[in-house]
């Protein structure tokens, strides 16, 4: 997996911002302070994943607002929305939004850091799985158009033989092909091609 992007600590109160990015650094992690919604959006890098606190109740664009404008641009993210104010209709549309948590001030500081860590680890599984799916995605675009009907069989589960009956061409062919797909989707077994295809079937879906 790749290492996990810095926390972006997103609240108007100078305080709060300078007492998160403490309490993180004690814990070695990173993390990049931002008084505003806006100055967030504006140092975001396209395509950068973001985990972050956010304070709901910012001044101009609000934390809810900012959930819905990265949702919007398609930005994948992991975020834990701080409030002094919360309740439980708020708590229900920053979830609805794309928050990954939901915590009130005052908060306890252990249980803060357990949900970021919580926060960052789902990050950084979604950001692998999307890799992978990257990887056999390219992967997959190599192969000819008679190496995609031998897979799509073996797939279905159908030995050599078998594929070579649907193909009409000979066990020796279907062999040859076979052996093409496995060394081209980088598939060492079977179960490494099926999950390539699951990969491929989600990322259809």
Avoid: W
């Amino acid at each position: 997996m790749k290492a996990a992007p810095p926390i972006a600590v997103i609240d108007d109160d100078a305080r709060i911002r300078e007492a998160l990015t403490l309490l993180l650094a004690k814990s070695g992690i990173a993390s990049q302070p931002f008084e505003s919604a806006e100055s967030f959006l504006a140092a975001l890098v396209p395509g950068q994943p973001v985990c972050g606190l956010v304070d709901v109740c910012l001044p101009c664009m609000s934390g809810l607002e900012l959930l819905k404008a990265l949702k919007a641009r398609n930005v994948e993210t992991a975020l834990i929305m701080i409030s002094g104010h919360g309740n439980v209709p708020m708590a229900v549309e920053a979830m609805r939004e794309g928050a990954v948590h939901f915590i009130e001030k005052p908060f306890d500081p252990e249980t803060l850091l357990q949900l970021v860590d919580e926060a960052r680890e789902r990050l950084m599984r979604r950001e692998d799985a999307r890799a992978r799916t990257r990887e056999a995605r390219a992967l997959y675009a190599e192969l000819t158009a008679r190496e995609k009907d031998v897979m799509a069989l073996l797939i279905e589960g159908l030995p050599n033989k078998l594929v070579a009956a649907r193909l009409d061409i000979s066990t020796r062919t279907a062999e040859h092909h076979r052996a093409a797909v496995m060394r081209k989707m980088k598939a060492r077994t079977l179960s490494h091609l099926f999950h390539a295809a699951a990969l491929l079937a989600a990322n259809e879906s």
